[in-house]
């Protein structure tokens, strides 16, 4: 059974920072590309940052933000530093293996965690 396990959520104000980290299981973990994606209320599912040979990220949030993986213990990290009000979201982790379609694309991805909440009071 494929599990996507996020943690690390939480409030935090402009300027802060938080630790993402999602543990996998059920798959084979050190072939897939891991994305993290974010929602905020009303809005659509957007790319944060994935890794895969190599690490992608958003504009937004390129500099701020660092995607890491421990494939020994099956986990992706997000390192959140200089949040912002508008990095306010549910973010979610997911994973696909097909490295040539988009990184970027929510659609591509198979397996998808639960989401956690983070907050960024200004």
């Known amino acids: 059974q494929v599990q996507l396990v996020e943690s690390g959520g939480g409030l935090v104000q402009a300027g802060g920072s938080l630790s993402l980290s999602c543990a996998a299981s059920?798959?084979?973990?050190?072939?897939?590309?891991q994305g993290w994606f974010r929602q905020a209320p009303g809005k659509e599912r957007e790319f944060v940052a994935a890794i895969g040979w190599r690490q992608f990220y958003a504009d937004s949030v390129k500099g701020r933000f660092t995607i890491s993986r421990d494939n020994a213990k099956n986990t992706v990290y997000l390192q959140m530093s200089g949040l912002k009000p508008e990095d306010t979201a549910v973010y979610y982790c997911?994973?696909?293996?097909?490295?040539?379609?988009?990184?970027?694309?929510?659609?591509?991805?198979?397996?998808w965690g639960q989401g956690t909440q983070v907050t960024v009071s200004s």
């Open positions: 997911a994973g696909k293996w097909d490295y040539s379609t988009a990184y970027y694309a929510a659609s591509n991805y198979k397996y």
């Open positions: 059920g798959f084979t973990f050190s072939s897939s590309v």
